[in-house]
Structures are given as structure tokens and as C-alpha cells.
């Protein structure tokens, strides 16, 4: 989330505009077609097995074809492919997001906690045996 959430943060909302949809997309003044895709794509997420043909129908509703509809669900994929990627490798942010306001950072960092300033660093890690992954 940290590094689409400063790329949001550079090219499209405030610092309290991105803040209040981390916390609630759904009261954060966004359009309904985007509460529709968030809710969904939550959904994938977290319950990907409990996708219906009524979840599919409400966001063609919200003029979302086929096609964008499959994005989001790839997007998701993808998404939560790699976070469990960097967690489980204990990949580390780059410097660049402490440049991000204080607050900001804090709501866009979920999971485990990240060393706090000038600790971003790589590590070694060995999966059992003499060859060890630099990250």
C-alpha cells in the first residue's frame, strides 16, 4: 500500500484526502463508480471465493465493462501476490516514502512495522541452505 499510496499521493490527492480513504473509502468523497471497484477489490481480497454474479452486475451498473472489471480483479492478484512477496522476504520501503507526511505514512503502512529512520535497509536472508537472497 505504501507505494501506491505515495504515487496517489504525488499525482492525485492530499495528504488528508488519501488518509480519509485508507481509513473509509466509503465516506471519503469518492465518485460511487470508485466505492463500487474499492468494495469489490476488497472483496477479492478477502474473500475471493465469495465472488457472485451479483458483485459482477453491480459494477456494470456502475459503467464498468467486462474487460475493466477483469483488471480489478487482476490488479488484486497481483497486488496481494506481491505484498506477501515483500513481507515474507522482509523486503524493507525505500527511503523515498519518508519523504511522506508523518501521518500519511503511518495509515499507509499496514502489516508489520518497518525500522524507522535511516534503518531501511536490505537484508540477508537464508533460506536453509549456503545461498542466501539479498533483497
Do not use: W
Not at 465472488?51 to 475493466?68: A, K, N, Q, T
Not at 513481507?87 to 518497518?114: I, M, Q, S
Amino acid at each position: 500500500m505504501l507505494a501506491h499510496g505515495a504515487l496517489l499521493r504525488k499525482n492525485f490527492f492530499s495528504a488528508d484526502q488519501l488518509a480519509a480513504i485508507v481509513k473509509d473509502f466509503r465516506i471519503a468523497g469518492l465518485p460511487p463508480e470508485e466505492v463500487a471497484m474499492m468494495s469489490f477489490a476488497q472483496k477479492v481480497t478477502t474473500q475471493a471465493n465469495q465472488v457472485s454474479e451479483h458483485d459482477i452486475e453491480e459494477l456494470r451498473e456502475h459503467g464498468l465493462s467486462d474487460e475493466e472489471i477483469l483488471y480489478v480483479v487482476l490488479a488484486c492478484a497481483a497486488r496481494n501476490f506481491f505484498s506477501k512477496t515483500l513481507d515474507a522476504t522482509g523486503a524493507n520501503p525505500d527511503e523515498a516514502y519518508l519523504e511522506l507526511e508523518p501521518e500519511l505514512l503511518k495509515v499507509l503502512t499496514l502489516g508489520r512495522p518497518f525500522p524507522q529512520l535511516g534503518l531501511l535497509t536490505t537484508q540477508n536472508i537464508d533460506f536453509g541452505n549456503s545461498n542466501g537472497i539479498t533483497l
